[in-house]
């Protein structure tokens, strides 16, 4: 009953590994390293560095670790990146994913859970977004997202697979017992930037729009804590294990803040009243994206705990001082 993470030296992944640890389970995992770090996946949880396109790798880890389920987070997540290299997000994002799914159907994997995105909504005419909405990615991030769920729907139709292909909102926090985080030294996350921009590592952060249709002006989102997104996978586990059917469902809280609302929630906890400043709108954002979290909830037992800006905001925070420790003794 092994539990194959792949990226699970990455942001999300690292999480879902300390829920699987924590709930008893046996995980392994497979990062390749281009952005996650060795150092988060926790002592006794074997790293298989590798790729998880390389299909004999794979397979091999599959067969020997008597893998059941797989939890696939390795991918590419920029969306301004995938802009610039479309190639590349749909090399990483689907074409390996391709790859990982037919591995997991050769080696009899029974369950697989994918970490999809708003982005496959692109920018959406409503809020909050249902799972029914039609599907119209702006970026090859999204596009690229949306076609590795295409093939998990097709696949779950022709073979002994079922899978659920969760959609994240807007993931931040960290572990509530500073055990992990978000670690990716280009990370270019709301919350995260502002943290550092709270603890003097940049010298200012910029809003980017101020002239969104929206409430104050500026971008709203639906900021979900990475524990608790973690712990919606641990429920779609349950679900997949207890035979319930494949489904595609949002990640979210139901609720959006501004960049403005964020931005004050990190003063306040921080106590810093660091530079803020507006610039343009960034090409590709939506004025609002904010989930309908009305199936999750039908389908899942899971209950969010952290649904709370300043618990997110407090947690992030202090991961980052952790960060900075950890490079000042480097
Ligand atoms: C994030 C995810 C994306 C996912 C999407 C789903 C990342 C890198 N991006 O994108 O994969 O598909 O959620 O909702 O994980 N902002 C500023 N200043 C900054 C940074 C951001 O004003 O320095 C604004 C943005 O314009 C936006 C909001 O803050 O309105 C959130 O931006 P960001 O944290 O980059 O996430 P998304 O672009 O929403």
Known sequence: MTILVTGGAGYIGSHM??????????????????????????????LMTGDVGDQPFVEKV????????????????????????????????????????????RTGV??????????????????????NTQLQPISPYG???????TMLDDVARAHDLTFAALRYFNVAGADPEGRSGQSTPRATHL????????????SHMAIFGT??????????????????LAAAHAAALRHLRGGGESVILNCGYGSGFSVREVIDVVKAVSGVEFDVRVSERR????????????????????????????????????????????????
């Open 17 to 46: 590994v300390l829920n699987l640890l924590d709930a008893g389970e046996t995980v392994i995992v497979i990062d390749d390293l281009s952005t996650g770090v060795a150092w988060s996946v926790p002592d006794g949880v074997p």
């Open 283 to 330: 090409t590709g954002d939506p004025a609002a994206l904010v989930a309908d979290v009305r199936a999750i909830h039908e389908e899942f037992d899971w209950t969010p705990r952290l649904n709370d800006l300043r618990t997110i905001v407090t947690h992030a925070l202090r991961w980052e001082e952790v960060l900075a420790k950890r490079s000042n003794a480097a």
């Open 191 to 202: 919350i995260k930037v502002a943290c550092q921009a709270a603890l003097g590592q940049r």
């Open 110 to 131: 029974s369950h697989f859970i994918f970490s999809s995105t708003a982005a496959v909504y692109g920018i959406p005419k409503e809020n909050p977004v249902s799972e």
């Open 143 to 149: 596009a690229s997202k949306m076609m590795t769920e």
């Open 211 to 228: 002239d969104y249709p929206t409430p104050d002006g500026t971008g709203v989102r639906d900021y979900i804590h990475v524990s608790d």
């Open 62 to 105: 599959m067969r020997d670790e008597g893998i059941s389920a797989v939890i696939h987070f390795a991918g590419s997540i920029v969306v301004p990146d995938s802009v610039a290299d479309p190639l590349g997000y749909y090399l990483n994002n689907t074409v390996k994913s391709r790859a990982l799914i037919e591995s997991a159907v």
